[in-house]
């Protein structure tokens, strides 16, 4: 029952457009779109946040190997940045077997410098 309920939830929260480019992202580069969490009812945290709009702006990804959950972390990080005005947030933080991704309202994908890469 309990797990029923969830997934309803997730049929009936919308996604944040920049939380589903993320997740687009790692689908065509990795593969991977197993959520292991999303939204949470009463949860003050981000997985219980949504926008203004209604939208849901947290996830978690299962991930059990840890060097690649670090690696796209990393990767994550470099193509997208959390918010402007606090440059020490990221949008893909690695826990114990979860790669957990959120945004924020001013979330935006990096612009490529002139080598063609993601400025870190």
Known sequence: MNAMWKLKNLNV??????????????????GLDIITCGSRLNDPRCHGTLCKEGKLRAVDL??????????????V???????PKR?????????????????????RKRVLTHNGRYPV
Do not use: C, F
């Open 87 to 107: 440059p020490h947030m990221n949008v893909a933080l690695w826990h114990k077997k979860h790669l957990h991704l959120q945004v924020y309202p001013t979330t």
């Open 62 to 75: 299962r991930m059990k190997n840890r060097q690649m959950g670090k690696h796209i972390e990393s990767w």
């Open 13 to 30: 929260i919308h996604v944040h457009p920049m939380l589903q480019d993320v997740m687009d992202e790692i689908k065509k580069e990795w």
């Open 77 to 83: 990080n470099a193509l997208y940045q959390y918010d």
